[in-house]
C-alpha cells in the first residue's frame, strides 16, 4: 500500500505551502490523493511529488493555472512540449519588452529629448478600406494586428492595391477613458467591396500638425508629448481623432527601432498659415 503523507509532510518535500497546495486542490490542478471525510485532512501519495515538483517549476515562470493543468493533462509528449515551448515564447517576448522599457527610461533619465519637426499639412478627402471597432486600450493590440491582417487579406482577395500607407484614427477617449472607436485603414484607388468586418468609407480632409516618430510605437509618447505642447501652446487644436501613418512598418524591417510613423494632432489652420 502507497505511503501516505501529511499535508504537512508533503509541502517540506515539495517546497509549496499548505495554502498553496489547498488552492491547487480547489482548482483541480493538484488533488490530495485522500481527504478525510470527517477533518477534511488532505493526504498526498509519494507519487504525486514528481508532479508537485513540475507545478512549482512553473510557476516560478509564471505561468498561468489553466496552462499548467493544460501540460499535466497533454495525451503525448509532443504536445506537453508544445505547450510548454509556448509559454516559454512568451516569457522571451516579455523579457524583451522588459529590456526595452529598461533602455526606454534609462534614455528619458539621462538625456534631454531631441527636438522634433513639426509641419502643417492639409490632408485631402480618400477612400479606405477599414474596420473599426470599440477597443480598450489594454487589447488594442492584439485587435490591432488581427484587424491590419484581415483588411489585407480582403485586398488581396478582391486584386485591389493599397494606394498609400495604412493608419489608424484614434480618440481622445481611448486615452482618456481607456476605451474608444478606433478605425484602422488602408487607403484604396477602384471599388472594393466590403466583407465581414471591413467596410468602405471615405476619410474627410483634414488641417493636420504632423511629427515623426521613429522607434516602437509603444514609445510614441515621445512624440505626442513635443507635437501636443506645439499645438496646445498655438491654440490650434481642435476635436477630432490623431491620425498615424505607417511609413515603415514590422513587415517591412525586424528591428521596432528602424519603424516610421507619421503621427497628425488635428488642427485649426488661418489662411496665413496655409
Same mark, same amino acid.
Given at each position: 500500500?502507497?505511503?501516505?503523507?501529511?499535508?504537512?509532510?508533503?509541502?517540506?518535500?515539495?517546497?509549496?505551502?499548505?495554502?498553496?497546495?489547498?488552492?491547487?486542490?480547489?482548482? $483541480?490542478? +493538484?488533488?490530495?490523493?485522500?481527504? !478525510?471525510?470527517?477533518? $477534511?485532512? @488532505?493526504?498526498?501519495?509519494?507519487?504525486?511529488? =514528481?508532479?508537485?515538483?513540475?507545478? @512549482?517549476?512553473?510557476?516560478?515562470?509564471?505561468?498561468?493555472?489553466?496552462?499548467?493543468?493544460?501540460?499535466?493533462k497533454a495525451p503525448d509528449v509532443d504536445? @506537453?512540449?508544445?505547450?510548454?515551448?509556448?509559454?516559454?515564447?512568451?516569457?522571451? &517576448?516579455?523579457?524583451? @519588452?522588459? *529590456?526595452?522599457?529598461?533602455? &526606454?527610461?534609462?534614455?528619458?533619465?539621462?538625456? &534631454?529629448?531631441?527636438?522634433?519637426?513639426?509641419?502643417?499639412?492639409?490632408?485631402?478627402?480618400?477612400?479606405?478600406?477599414?474596420?473599426?471597432?470599440?477597443?480598450?486600450?489594454?487589447?488594442?493590440? =492584439?485587435?490591432?494586428?488581427?484587424?491590419?491582417?484581415?483588411?489585407?487579406?480582403?485586398?488581396?482577395?478582391?486584386?485591389?492595391?493599397?494606394?498609400?500607407? &495604412?493608419?489608424?484614427?484614434?480618440?481622445?477617449? +481611448?486615452?482618456?477613458?481607456?476605451?474608444?472607436?478606433?478605425?484602422?485603414?488602408?487607403?484604396?484607388?477602384?471599388?472594393?467591396?466590403?466583407?465581414?468586418?471591413?467596410?468602405?468609407?471615405?476619410? =474627410? =480632409?483634414?488641417?493636420?500638425?504632423?511629427?515623426?516618430? *521613429?522607434?516602437?510605437?509603444?514609445?510614441?509618447?515621445?512624440?505626442?508629448?513635443?507635437? $501636443?505642447?506645439?499645438?496646445?501652446?498655438?491654440?490650434?487644436?481642435?476635436?477630432?481623432?490623431?491620425?498615424?501613418?505607417?511609413?515603415?512598418?514590422?513587415?517591412?524591417?525586424? !528591428?521596432?527601432?528602424?519603424?516610421?510613423?507619421?503621427?497628425?494632432?488635428?488642427?485649426?489652420?488661418?489662411?496665413?498659415?496655409?
Open positions: 500500500m502507497p505511503a501516505k503523507l501529511s499535508i504537512g509532510d508533503f509541502s517540506r518535500m515539495t517546497h509549496l505551502s499548505v495554502k498553496a497546495l489547498r488552492h491547487y486542490h480547489e482548482l $483541480g490542478l +493538484l488533488e490530495p490523493s485522500d481527504v !478525510d471525510p470527517s477533518t $477534511g485532512y @488532505r493526504s498526498y501519495d509519494l507519487s504525486q511529488v =514528481p508532479a508537485a515538483q513540475v507545478i @512549482r517549476r512553473f510557476r516560478d515562470l509564471d505561468m498561468p493555472v489553466e496552462h499548467i493543468k493544460a501540460i499535466l504536445r @506537453r512540449n508544445a505547450l510548454i515551448v509556448e509559454h516559454l515564447k512568451q516569457m522571451e &517576448s516579455t523579457l524583451e @519588452r522588459t *529590456q526595452s522599457v529598461v533602455a &526606454s527610461l534609462r534614455s528619458l533619465l539621462e538625456g &534631454s529629448p531631441a527636438p522634433i519637426a513639426i509641419e502643417y499639412r492639409s490632408v485631402p478627402a480618400f477612400h479606405v478600406g477599414a474596420v473599426t471597432k470599440i477597443v480598450r486600450l489594454p487589447d488594442i493590440e =492584439p485587435w490591432w494586428s488581427n484587424s491590419f491582417a484581415e483588411i489585407y487579406r480582403v485586398l488581396r482577395d478582391q486584386g485591389v492595391s493599397p494606394a498609400g500607407p &495604412s493608419g489608424g484614427l484614434y480618440p481622445t477617449e +481611448l486615452y482618456t477613458d481607456e476605451v474608444g472607436e478606433v478605425t484602422l485603414f488602408v487607403p484604396v484607388v477602384g471599388r472594393l467591396d466590403a466583407v465581414g468586418d471591413v467596410f468602405v468609407r471615405e476619410l =474627410p =480632409p483634414v488641417e493636420l500638425a504632423v511629427a515623426v516618430h *521613429q522607434g516602437a510605437l509603444r514609445e510614441a509618447d515621445r512624440t505626442y508629448a513635443p507635437l $501636443g505642447t506645439h499645438v496646445v501652446e498655438r491654440a490650434i487644436a481642435v476635436s477630432g481623432p490623431i491620425r498615424e501613418s505607417y511609413l515603415i512598418t514590422s513587415d517591412d524591417v525586424g !528591428d521596432e527601432s528602424q519603424l516610421v510613423t507619421e503621427i497628425g494632432w488635428p488642427i485649426f489652420r488661418t489662411s496665413s498659415e496655409a
